[in-house]
Structures are given as C-alpha cells and as structure tokens.
C-alpha cells in the first residue's frame, strides 16, 4: 500500500465523497479520504489523503484557501447558489463598479460571518445542509472568519467575478450573498473554483479522469 496525498482538480456536479470512491477504484485502494469538503457546484482543488496519510486530516484543518468565483447581482436563493430556489430578484441596473469595489472593502479583514444553512455546520447535532433539504431554516450564531483579499476580476452586470483569499470556516456563498445585501440587490454565486488550499495550488492539482497511482507523493506537516 502506497501512503500519501494527491491534488485532485475536482470537476463540477459530484461531491467530494464521489471523487474519494472514484480514486479508490483508480488506484485500487479501500483506505482514501479527502481533507477540506467541495460542494458539487465547485470545481479545483481537493486534496486525497491514501494510506496511512489519512490520519493527517487534522494537519489541513488550519489551512488558508484562495478562490475564483463569480456572483449573479440581482438574485437571491435559498442556497445561496444559482441551483437553489429562487427567493426573491431584484433590479441591479443601478450598480456600479465603483460600488462593487465599497462593498468589497467591508467584507474584507476580519469579519463577522453568520454560516449558510447549506454548509456542514452542525445545529443540535443535525448539520444544517440535511435541515435545508428538508426546507427548514435555523438561526445560525455568527462566527470570525479573516478575509485576506476580496479583488475584483470582472464586472459584466449582471456578472461579478472575483478572487478570494480567506482564512479556513469562511463561505464563499455567503461572502456573495452578503455584497448582494450591502448592494441593496441581492446575488448568488454562479460558480466557485478553489485555488488554493495551504501550499496546495492548482497549478499542480491532477485531472481525476487522469489519476493514477504515480500521483500518490509524500507529505509531511510542517514542524
């Protein structure tokens, strides 16, 4: 059995757990998991713990994350994503870039962020992705999250893109639907593509159609 870690570029509409029971069968090994969760609608890096190394979970927890991501203005869903039901649209013609870039500003640094219902967050045991399932809506406490650089990359009402580097726990879907609320409008993220995770990059992040056990390769938390 071989031990160590691969950096998957995670395709679009499969969960993370998919991508585990892909890679299991592609390098024929039962003893695969996944450090720091995707949603299906996010695409990029996902690091594959094998073997042994599986027990390093812990050692990714702390780790920075850097994104790509766009945002719809003018669209408010119950996810907080452009799959969710529509709650509610509303004008943006009257957004400009320059307000894009105000609203930017606030919601970078330390900040208060209040987790969205679809996340693994847990309420009374229950995480809050199965409650949204069900169509229940709780009251989540908000928590501190740092948000290092929230830059503008394209502004093409009703499309926003931008880059993202954030502390571990912060939710690029609600960093989203937040500006959309500072805006007066309201948004929805069309589209996440993580970056970075840690020393991770995308740049060396491996197809999965493409995977195979040559990409297996060592690594050792830092001292």
């Not at 509409?13 to 998991?33: C, F, L, N, P, W």
């Not at 039901?85 to 957004?95: G, H, K």
């Not at 409650?131 to 926003?160: H, N």
């Amino acid at each position: 059995m071989t031990d160590g870690i691969i950096v998957v570029d995670k395709p679009s509409g499969m969960t993370s757990h998919d991508v585990v029971a892909i890679i299991r069968r592609k390098i024929r090994q039962k003893r695969v998991g996944h450090a720091g969760t995707l949603d299906p609608l996010a695409t990029g890096v996902l690091v594959i713990l094998v073997g042994k190394s599986t027990c390093l979970f812990d050692k990714f927890v702390g780790f920075d994350k850097a994104y790509g991501a766009t945002l719809k203005l003018g669209v408010k869903t119950r996810s907080a994503d452009i799959q969710g039901e529509v709650l509610l649209e509303r004008p943006f013609d009257a957004i400009t870039q320059a307000m894009v870039l105000a609203s930017f500003k606030k919601f970078t640094g330390l900040i208060e962020q209040v987790p969205p219902m679809v996340s693994a967050v847990k309420h009374k045991g229950e995480r809050l992705y199965k409650l949204a399932r069900q169509g229940i809506t709780v009251e989540r406490p908000s928590r501190q999250v740092r948000v290092d650089k929230l830059d503008l990359l394209e502004f093409a009402p009703p499309l926003v893109k931008l880059y993202l580097a954030c502390s571990k726990g912060t939710y690029v879907r609600q960093v989203a639907e937040d500006v959309g609320e500072d805006l007066g409008c309201g948004a929805c993220i069309t589209e996440i593509r993580r970056t970075q995770v840690g020393p991770f990059t995308i740049n060396e992040a491996i197809k999965l159609d493409d995977v195979n056990e040559t990409h297996i390769h060592p690594w050792h938390p830092p001292a």
